[in-house]
């Protein structure tokens, strides 16, 4: 009896519990939904397609593309080795993940700053880089380097979690096999990875298409060069808010669709 | 220092995600402590009131001047300014922005600003023209003509700003001007390499050094030239001069002050500072 009393309380303070947590569990959801149904709601269809298809954004599409494939490839080919590394444990490691992380959590006309202030022409590297011919502020190669920035610490930390998941008794037999490093990290390390590394390079790609603050500041503004789809969708907002809003809706597009391959590629690294 | 304390009581389980909560911590502190100027410190007596301006970016140095005098001569008043390119400025009033006064770099974004009904009348107080800025260690530009040297890096305001709009139509003008030729303004295009919001923003790129020359209003490099900057002044004949409205707002809650701030920009007091600025007589 006294049994059956205590746990219907105890499932009377469960409902409870659950209903509060769904209650603020839809804070966020909610915060996220009416900026998205608000940015829809302003743009009737045939604007938005209008929009999409006049030169600046055709530009800035162009840009923001080229700029991110390469950017996305750079992170790949750098942040792999990285990942590596910091899936071992050595003295220092934590101190270097934060490190790594710093980028993602700066301000990103900071990072823009701290590029200027280190690949311009009176920066830390510029005069070298001067001396060589190679100028890389307010060009397209500052973009990639800007997106690369920002984007490749959220490969580098998710590849690394990825590479920690590796079981290491199946490394130490393919040694004891005397397999070559190559070998096993081509048979084994990279084919049980690679769609976590999938999901993590497409969040790097999605922020790296997102990039403004560190853009704005190290590469500038010219439709054509520069001027990459958050900027055109700034620069935009001052005089053809149509244009502006149709380029934000199209970035929530593919941002969501980049975001869903993400999550589908993490769901199958889950079930290796 | 509560970021200080939960690091320092670091256990050892769990150590990676604590750390990096201290890292988020102390940044955000950082940028939060830096990026909140005058708004979080409302005023250090109960009874002292701020009034916002909102004011086109090029005349930070010249309200910037005039708010502390404004300041000195209404105790227990505040300025705030908000300073932005006009459009900008516009875009965040009709958006629901609080303000008391807005002061723009041309009549269009004053004009918008009325059609909406959000300010009061407006009333001309001052004019500006514009200036090519070159950095001093640029040895292939001596004249407003080497603009158009191959391979210049120069930056312009975007076509919105008025900014923009003054820099097309003087290159325009300067184009069909004898004292350059048919191709300038073109050549001069040829050699952006990016365009800016706001003139403040084309003025620190110049003096980062990336940019090698730009087209700001006199009123910019009159304050900042010297050391790192030469001015070369577009001719009169070429331009149109910026002329800069002021209006209160009709949403302020300090229409009292918003009125005697007008009042006082258009005072000799106010208008000395702007002409110390660089700024000409209000036509």
Known sequence: MTDRTRSSAAAARDGFAALAGSVFAALPLALIAIAIVALLARAPFASVTGALARPVVQQALAVSLGTTLVSAIAILLTGTPLALLLARRFPG??????????????????????LLLAFGRFGLLGHALSVLGI????????VILAQTF?????????????FERIDPDVLDAAATLRAAPVYAGLRIVLPSTAPALGAALALAWARALGEFGATITFAGNMPGVTQTLPIAVYISGQSDLDAAIAISIALVAVSLVVLLASRGLQARAASR | ?????????????RRVTRESVCVIGFVLGFVFGVSTPASSAPASSAWARTITVFAAASLHNAMSDIASRFEATHPGVKVALNLDGSQILETQLANGARADVFASADSRSMDKAVAAGLVNAPINFAANSLVAIVQTDIMAVHSLRDLTHDGLKVAICVESAPCGRYTRIALQRMSADKAFWPNYGKQVMRNVVT????????????????????????????????????????PNGDQELAIYPIATVKSGANADLARAFVAYVLSADGQSALRAN??????
């Not at chain 2, 220092?1 to 389980?13: G, K, P, Q, Y």
Request: aromatic letters at 8%; one cysteine or more.
């Open chain 1, 93 to 114: 490691r934590d101190a270097l993940e934060a490190f790594i992380t710093l980028p993602v959590v700066l301000p990103p006309v900071v990072a823009g700053f701290a």
């Open chain 1, 135 to 142: 100028e890389v502020p307010f060009t397209t190669a500052a």
């Open chain 1, 150 to 162: 920002v984007a490749a610490p959220l490969y580098v930390i998710a590849a690394k979690n990825a």
């Open chain 2, 1 to 13: 220092m509560s970021n200080a304390l939960l690091c320092a009581r670091r256990t050892t389980h």
């Open chain 2, 195 to 234: 365009q800016e919001l706001n003139v403040e923003s084309i003025v620190q790129k110049v003096m980062f050094g990336d940019i090698e020359a730009g087209i700001v209003y006199a009123s910019d490099s009159w304050q900042k030239g010297g050391i790192r900057l030469r001015t070369y002044p577009i």
């Open chain 2, 278 to 283: 660089g700024f000409l007589p209000r036509p």
